[in-house]
């Protein structure tokens, strides 16, 4: 799942980044309102951490520009204001969540983990498709009981099959939100890492889950 923060505090945009690879998230960051926006445009992205105190277009400006947009992104809003205010004036012009600084690193991951949830039919962190069962929060994997393990790019690769599950998924879609803004589109990597996890999570199965879909992409079937 791919995320973008716009944030110019470096070291707080370095801190999110690697927390957040750390999760498996893929990361893009922008240290301006304009590069953030310019960003959202081209991509498509899971989650947006905004910063509201931004040297050029504050936060506010940001989200209301981009909702105007059809930006239907989820967007957590980052910020050293904590008026009751300042928080029904982030989530007016369209945010979806607020947490202030400074924050807890536990917390935000939980709020990231959430808001991604909303745009499937997830309720917890654990998902099942047929007897595979994937935890988000515990970054954990097994199938019909057997602990699975997987890299930090096939957990992620795995993770948005899940959430998208009987969905067919095209190269394209999973190269945006499975790898960075640097992913080269004429690789083989994604065939390479559906083997790798295709090896991981059917090969001692009877019953398959990841289909080829000929010309199009991949399923994940239950």
């Given at each position: 799942?791919r995320?973008?923060?716009?944030?110019d505090?470096i070291n707080?945009?370095?801190?999110?980044?690697r927390a957040?690879?750390?999760?498996?998230y893929?990361?893009?960051?922008?240290?301006t309102?304009e590069?953030?926006?310019?960003?959202?445009?081209?991509?498509?992205?899971d989650?947006l951490?905004?910063d509201?105190?931004?040297?050029d277009i504050n936060?506010w400006?940001v989200?209301?520009e981009?909702?105007?947009n059809?930006?239907?992104?989820?967007?957590?809003?980052?910020t050293?204001?904590?008026?009751?205010e300042n928080?029904?004036?982030?989530?007016?012009?369209g945010?979806?969540?607020?947490?202030?600084k400074?924050?807890?690193l536990g917390?935000?991951?939980?709020?990231?983990?959430?808001?991604?949830?909303?745009?499937t039919?997830?309720?917890?962190?654990?998902?099942?498709?047929?007897?595979?069962?994937?935890?988000?929060s515990?970054r954990s994997?097994?199938r019909?009981?057997?602990?699975?393990?997987?890299?930090a790019?096939e957990?992620?690769?795995?993770e948005?099959?899940v959430m998208?599950?009987?969905?067919?998924?095209?190269?394209?879609?999973?190269s945006?939100?499975?790898?960075d803004?640097?992913?080269?589109?004429?690789?083989n990597?994604?065939?390479s890492?559906?083997?790798?996890?295709?090896q991981k999570?059917d090969k001692?199965?009877e019953k398959?889950l990841?289909?080829?879909m000929?010309?199009?992409?991949y399923k994940?079937?239950?």
């Amino acid at each position: 799942m791919r995320i973008l923060i716009i944030e110019d505090e470096i070291n707080i945009a370095d801190a999110l980044k690697r927390a957040l690879a750390e999760q498996h998230y893929s990361v893009d960051v922008a240290g301006t309102g304009e590069a953030g926006m310019e960003l959202a445009e081209v991509n498509d992205y899971d989650l947006l951490i905004l910063d509201i105190m931004l040297p050029d277009i504050n936060g506010w400006e940001v989200c209301k520009e981009l909702r105007k947009n059809k930006f239907t992104t989820p967007i957590l809003m980052l910020t050293a204001l904590d008026t009751i205010e300042n928080k029904i004036r982030g989530l007016d012009v369209g945010a979806d969540d607020y947490l202030t600084k400074p924050f807890d690193l536990g917390e935000l991951l939980a709020r990231v983990r959430s808001l991604m949830r909303r745009q499937t039919d997830q309720k917890t962190t654990i998902i099942q498709v047929a007897d595979l069962t994937m935890d988000t929060s515990e970054r954990s994997v097994s199938r019909a009981g057997k602990d699975i393990k997987l890299s930090a790019k096939e957990f992620a690769m795995l993770e948005y099959f899940v959430m998208h599950k009987n969905k067919v998924l095209t190269r394209e879609m999973i190269s945006e939100h499975v790898w960075d803004m640097n992913f080269d589109p004429q690789s083989n990597v994604i065939d390479s890492f559906v083997r790798f996890l295709r090896q991981k999570i059917d090969k001692d199965f009877e019953k398959q889950l990841i289909h080829t879909m000929r010309g199009v992409g991949y399923k994940l079937m239950e």
